[in-house]
């Protein structure tokens, strides 16, 4: 079995463009409003403001004119009131930031006239395609070294079986991690109401004896900690390891869906021209097209690939982040225990 289509790597991809979705800072006085985006891409170096809608329009305009390429879903919309839930918001943004990375690195869509202009153009008005990409694509020449329609109907079998395996298992490392990462960020909280409770505590009163007095320094010290301990870097950390898992993840799960478009077409597509003439040019476009639509499944079942073995090969950066964050943790509540037992040595702890 051959095949002439060009292999392509994670870091050849990653080298097409770099994307990035900032929520634009919020208005005040707004009871109801609509979430803005900054979004930059360094491959055009701009830098342009988008509303959610806007990428809803991107998404519909890609859907319809690559019918046979993996354009995963968008994240859900929801009426945010109030500025919307912080943590959904930032969930969201980062979704959109995935999503947009995927089209931006795809070796076809990242050409894309209409991406160009979402990326660039200050206003967007973008018109529904009126054909797909097979159309706009034309007569397609059979090289000799091309696979068979036969090669590639049993690559997509098999290729669709891996990769709904890949996902599986991608999903399942996700939800490990997030439940570790969980209970880090569980730690972190408990030891600043620690601190909180313990700074209460820690007020003086004019009845304290002497033990008294020493008991609320070492609460004092103890409680100042484990207030003024940042984490917020660490958890920056720990969210940029885990978004590389979540890009493969979106990757492979958009291949997944990809292919159960791809059944359910396929199927269609041969009965049809099964039907037809032999030799009428309505079946003739019907088997160009299935050929078409399987040629697109195989390139797309390796770009799914590229994302899922990047993730993998990651797994030691990112055990070794999640290792990093639970011993700074640990180390954080034997600094309480110094500081507790000897609060004038605090400062020798925090350095």
């Given at each position: ?110 050409h894309d006239a209409d991406l160009r202009t979402f990326l660039c153009e200050t206003s967007l008005k973008l018109d529904r395609p009126k054909h797909d990409e097979f159309i706009l694509a034309g007569t397609q020449e059979n090289n000799p070294g091309d696979m068979s329609i036969d090669e590639m109907q049993e690559s997509f079998m098999s290729e669709q079986e891996q990769l709904r395996l890949a996902h599986l298992g991608l999903d399942r490392l996700f939800k490990i991690f997030e439940k570790v990462e969980g209970r880090c960020d569980s730690e ?164």
């Amino acid at each position: 079995m051959t095949d002439n289509t060009v292999d392509v790597t994670f870091e050849e991809l990653e080298a097409t463009d770099v994307i990035s979705v900032d929520l634009v800072p919020e208005r005040k006085g707004l009871i109801l409003k609509h979430c803005e985006y900054y979004v930059s891409s360094r491959r055009h170096g701009t830098t342009v403001t988008r509303r959610y809608n806007e990428f809803v329009q991107l998404y519909d305009v890609l859907y319809a004119k690559y019918p046979y390429r993996a354009v995963c879903s968008l994240p859900p919309k929801r009426v945010v009131v109030g500025g919307g839930s912080p943590l959904f918001l930032q969930r969201r943004c980062a979704a959109l930031q995935r999503w947009l990375t995927l089209v931006a690195r795809h070796p076809v869509l990242a050409h894309d006239a209409d991406l160009r202009t979402f990326l660039c153009e200050t206003s967007l008005k973008l018109d529904r395609p009126k054909h797909d990409e097979f159309i706009l694509a034309g007569t397609q020449e059979n090289n000799p070294g091309d696979m068979s329609i036969d090669e590639m109907q049993e690559s997509f079998m098999s290729e669709q079986e891996q990769l709904r395996l890949a996902h599986l298992g991608l999903d399942r490392l996700f939800k490990i991690f997030e439940k570790v990462e969980g209970r880090c960020d569980s730690e972190r909280s408990d030891i600043r109401e620690l601190g909180a409770a313990l700074n209460a505590l820690s007020a003086p009163s004019v009845a304290d004896t002497a033990r008294w007095t020493r008991i609320r320094e070492s609460m004092k010290a103890a409680a100042e900690l484990a207030l003024e301990t940042s984490e917020s870097q660490l958890e920056v950390t720990e969210q940029e390891a885990m978004e590389g898992m979540l890009l493969a993840l979106d990757a492979v799960g958009a291949y997944r869906q990809l292919c159960s478009r791809l059944t359910r077409g396929l199927h269609a597509e041969r009965a049809a021209a099964a039907a037809a003439a032999p030799r009428c040019a309505a079946a003739s476009a019907l088997r160009a097209r299935h050929r078409y639509a399987l040629r697109c499944a195989v390139e797309e079942a390796r770009i799914a690939r590229v994302y899922a073995l990047s993730a993998l090969e990651h797994l030691p950066e990112l055990l070794r982040t999640l290792g990093t964050a639970h011993a700074r943790v640990a180390a954080l509540w034997a600094d309480l225990h110094t500081a507790l037992r000897h609060p004038h040595s605090k400062q020798a702890a925090k350095d």
